[in-house]
């Protein structure tokens, strides 16, 4: 895999010897230091560092069995570390007990007691550590009031809705003050049309709170939309770190280029390379790929283009130029409303995917199944994989 530190300096772990609280900034609030997880003979956690950022929203972003939720649970406290460190504010959590740890998780189910009342749920932790009952009262009250449930005090679970079930949920966990609050697939509980509007909420009153968040979830779009930066995991490691425009946009490799959105691949050679452009021959396309920056590496090294659908354009007449299009006929049109996927076969057999607004679509008179037809993209719309 990829180097983990990426391009951020600030993402890497703290230099050892360096885990005084004196020494803590902003920026390392939350380390995560050559951190190792093994189930017997299993590796399910590689040697992974990283800082989050005091008041940061961070996602740990992977398909199922990538040891993402194995380290949000070591955070936690619910597993054990193998090898390495994890500090929150310089403090050393390794002998530090789940319950008396800085931190609060809330689980994908929202594990909200059934029996209990809204505010009786979002009231047991502090029960349980023994606050007296005028700022217990208080607490509650502001915590709901501040997730727009006051008015639900008195409601059982079942008499909520999915989205107001979160919101207790996250109440319940915002209410004890912890230095760093977890989030295990907040969203997945939720249908598509909650989901997209909670998850804009939910990172509003984050931020009015300030509390440092590192969330779980294999939901890229969930990811891209609440995350401050991300990590892309794979078999242990990250594969990628950045924030959501520089992972999108800058993937370091063909796995983040496909994991992340979807993308156009195009496999060559280079044939020329300066400091400002490269030439990539291909046998996919009928002319070479452009793209408008240079590498490192020698002539005739593979390569992978990853073009993204959305700066595909498609166009009825051949494309001035000699490189970067290709001919091919209509294969599927999936319509998503405000644009349209055109699946477009290419004369080698290739298949390329172009996302095109309706704007778009009405310049060119509507293209159909069958038709043939030419797809092309600017030299800055390509970037170099060479992973």
């Not at 972003?61 to 949000?72: A, D, H, M, R, V």
Request: some cysteine; charged content about 20%; hydrophobic content about 40%.
């Amino acid at each position: 895999m990829s180097d983990q530190s990426s391009s951020q300096p600030s993402a890497g772990a703290r230099p050892a010897g360096s885990t005084s609280a004196d020494n803590v900034s902003a920026d390392n609030f939350v380390q995560i230091v050559d951190v190792v997880k093994k189930f017997g003979e299993t590796v399910a956690v590689k040697n992974v560092s990283l800082s989050v950022a005091k008041g940061e929203l961070f996602a740990l972003l992977g398909s199922s069995g990538c040891g993402k939720s194995t380290l949000l649970r070591m955070l936690a406290g619910l597993e054990s570390v193998s090898a390495g460190k994890i500090l929150i504010d310089g403090e050393d959590l390794a002998a530090m007990p789940p319950f008396k740890r800085p931190v609060n998780m809330m689980f994908q189910s929202y594990a909200l007691f059934p029996h209990m009342t809204v505010e009786a749920n979002v009231a047991f932790g502090l029960k349980q550590e023994g606050v007296q009952k005028a700022e217990l009262k208080e607490r509650v009250n502001n915590a709901l009031d501040l997730v727009q449930m006051g008015r639900y005090a008195k409601r059982k679970p079942h008499q909520l809705s999915g989205g107001q079930q979160q919101r207790v949920a996250l109440a319940r966990s915002l209410v004890k003050r912890p230095k760093l609050l977890l989030l295990d697939e907040p969203m997945s509980a939720l249908d598509k049309q909650i989901r997209q509007r909670t998850q804009i909420e939910l990172v509003n009153i984050l931020d009015g709170v300030g509390v440092t968040c590192i969330m779980v979830t294999h939901d890229q779009e969930e990811a891209m939309t609440m995350a401050d930066r991300l990590a892309v995991m794979s078999e242990g490691e990250i594969v990628q770190l950045g924030t959501p425009h520089q992972v999108y946009e800058y993937p370091n490799s063909r796995f983040s280029a496909e994991f992340i959105g979807s993308t156009n691949l195009f496999d060559g050679r280079v044939v020329e390379d300066e400091p400002d452009h490269i030439f990539v021959e291909t046998t996919e396309l009928p002319c070479r790929l452009y793209v408008n920056h240079g590498i490192t590496g020698p002539l005739g090294m593979s390569v992978t283009i990853s073009v993204r659908p959305e700066r595909i354009a498609l166009t009825r007449k051949p494309p001035e130029g000699a490189y970067n299009w290709g001919r091919g006929t209509i294969a599927n049109i999936a319509y998503m409303g405000g644009y349209s996927l055109y699946h477009v076969e290419l004369d080698s057999g290739k298949t390329v995917v172009a996302n095109v607004s309706s704007l778009a679509l009405t310049e060119i008179d509507s293209p159909t199944w069958g038709d043939e037809i030419y797809v092309r993209w600017s030299a800055s719309a390509g970037v170099v994989l060479t992973a």
